[in-house]
């Protein structure tokens, strides 16, 4: 892995109050999501440090030149969405998908006014068994399709053994395309998938970027399973996911 220095500056314990307007924010959005408060002021740091790689990156893609973030984030576990909110709301990215977020989430999304407009939410169910054959998720003709090939950065937040899950995924969504990039934070996707030269650890966080990814063996332990299978993979094929309707969340 390479390791390279944030442009921006790096969130410590000293300089955190250096983003205060970051700060803040988080600090407003983790107590209408319900965060512990025992694992908050380190969930903040490390949001912070991701929310400055995310506008680092974002910025790069901008060829506007107007100071705002070009990127699209998706985030494929997204969990309270706190990321995705607060990356729409501070104009760090073009538009935020999260992936089936928990349902107060919705709430907050739309009570910051980016629900449904620059953030964007939808449930797929077994999204785990259709990673592993990405062409169910991305080559059929429905909405999450295209937004998910439009983003340029996947991020993917969670435990190990569901990193491992998501490995052709991401691969199909990065491997193809010099200006996208896949993030980890904490938790990263096994060394065995990681290719020479295509790992970054951005320095003094927990965040590690991919540019590429290996899959090959991620697929190989997939066909070996679907051998026992007596119904055909590719006759399968799940129902497009639908994005959240604002008029049906409750206020």
Not at 87 to 102: D, E, Q, S, T, W
Not at 134 to 156: F, G, Q, R, V
Not at 237 to 243: A, F, K, T
Request: glycine letters at 4%; aromatic letters at 4%; a negative charge.
């Amino acid at each position: 892995a390479i390791s390279v220095p944030m442009t921006m500056e790096t969130m410590t314990d000293d300089n955190v109050n250096s983003s205060l307007t970051h700060g803040a924010y988080l600090e407003k959005l983790q107590k209408a999501t319900s965060i512990e408060p025992t694992s908050s002021k380190i969930k903040t740091k490390q949001i912070l440090q991701l929310l400055n790689y995310l506008e680092q990156e974002s910025h790069n893609n901008n060829s506007n030149n107007n100071n705002k973030g070009d990127g699209v984030l998706l985030d494929l576990i997204s969990g309270d969405a706190i990321i995705c909110i607060a990356a729409a709301k501070l104009g760090i990215v073009r538009n935020a998908i999260a992936i089936n977020p928990r349902s107060s989430s919705k709430v907050v999304a739309h009570s910051e006014g980016v629900f449904g407009k620059t953030c964007e939410f939808y449930t797929v169910e077994d999204l785990l068994e259709s990673s592993s054959r990405p062409s169910l998720l991305l080559d059929n003709p429905h909405l999450l399709s295209e937004k998910m090939k439009s983003a340029t950065i996947i991020l993917c937040c969670a435990p190990p053994v569901l990193l491992r899950r998501l490995v052709p995924l991401v691969a199909a969504l990065i491997n193809d395309h010099d200006d996208k990039v896949a993030v980890t934070m904490v938790h990263h996707f096994p060394p065995e998938q990681c290719i020479d030269g295509q790992v970054q650890d951005v320095t003094d966080t927990d965040i590690r970027v991919y540019h590429k990814i290996a899959c090959n063996t991620i697929l190989e332990e997939n066909t070996e399973k679907k051998q026992s299978v007596q119904v055909p993979m590719d006759q399968w094929v799940p129902p497009p996911p639908e994005p959240c309707d604002p008029d049906e969340i409750d206020k």
